[in-house]
């Protein structure tokens, strides 16, 4: 298993695509850090105009922490979308490209294959979550330095400077599920066709979709709502809470991974039924 892992890795990564989601993040995330560099005084100003007659703020606001808080908020809405452009194309693209016939000439199984091309996927999407935490935070450190950080949410919170990497650490690690959970089902669309392009529309359909649902206050919809993995995603924020509840973000984290484990198991049904020699 862990030879075809590495080889589906190694053919994910000589693939262009596999790097249109890393060409992003180095380009818009320096972006972003020039924009706050030079602006990012006066956002802080207009958040904290209502407090400032009461408190008074001092030390340095706009720090790396901040930088990388606000990136993780902005970009994680469109992180699915460079997850499915790899997911979408794992399967859908050994039909495209007519080597299904070929993988299964292997002396290996479907579940085999079909297993290595998921894990292979997870350490793409894993991989995709680690070079935007590098670029986000700890380049955003380097430039900007360390201090404490204020969330603006309904309730103004200021963590101290040692109380706050902790909480990157777990809200990426949940960011990752979040995204592992995109990635399963563009994988599931991917097993269904044969063209690359009909699950990453499929898969960004569903997200929306849900995310409409999610939003409608409607109560023939109440009763479906917490079984939309997309009301799940953004929970990353909180670890950003104080006192953060463990119990919310591990029933949030359960309700990912079934989501995971079910499509896996649907897709990895789907591809030992396939007719691929047809």
């Known amino acids: 298993m862990m030879t075809l892992i590495g080889f589906e890795v190694s053919k994910l990564f000589r693939k262009w695509r596999t790097y249109i989601g890393f060409l ?5 995330v320096p972006i972003v850090q020039i924009a706050l560099h030079y602006e990012g005084n006066h956002f802080i100003d207009r958040a904290l105009m209502s407090v ?36 979408g194309d794992l399967l859908a693209g050994e039909a495209t490209s007519g080597t299904y016939r070929m993988l299964i000439m292997r002396p290996v199984s479907r579940f085999s294959i079909l297993t290595s091309k998921f894990i292979a996927g997870v350490i793409y999407t894993n991989l995709l979550l680690a070079f935007l935490a590098f670029m986000s935070l700890i380049v955003s450190l380097i430039i900007f330095g360390t201090g404490e950080l204020i969330v603006f949410e309904n309730i103004l919170y200021i963590f101290a400077s040692d109380d706050v990497l902790w909480r990157f650490g777990f809200a990426y690690g949940y960011a990752a599920l979040s995204m592992t959970t995109v990635f399963a089902l563009s994988f599931f669309f991917s097993s269904m066709v044969e063209n690359a392009i009909g699950p990453i529309v499929a898969t960004m359909a569903v997200i929306i979709i849900f995310v409409i649902i999610s939003a409608l206050n409607f109560d023939a919809l109440r009763a479906i709502k917490p079984y939309l993995f997309t009301n799940y995603i953004a929970d990353w924020r909180l670890f950003f809470r104080d006192p953060v509840d463990f119990v919310e973000i591990l029933k949030s984290g359960f309700v990912l991974v079934g989501h995971i484990f079910g499509l896996y198991l649907i897709t990895l049904y789907i591809f030992i039924k396939k007719d691929i020699l047809s």
């Open 52 to 87: 400032r007659q009461t408190f008074m703020f001092d030390g340095n606001l706009l720090n790396g922490y901040l930088i990388g808080y606000f990136i993780l908020q902005a970009l994680i809405i469109h992180i699915p979308f460079l997850i499915v452009l790899v997911g």
């Open 24 to 28: 992003a993040i180095l380009v818009l």
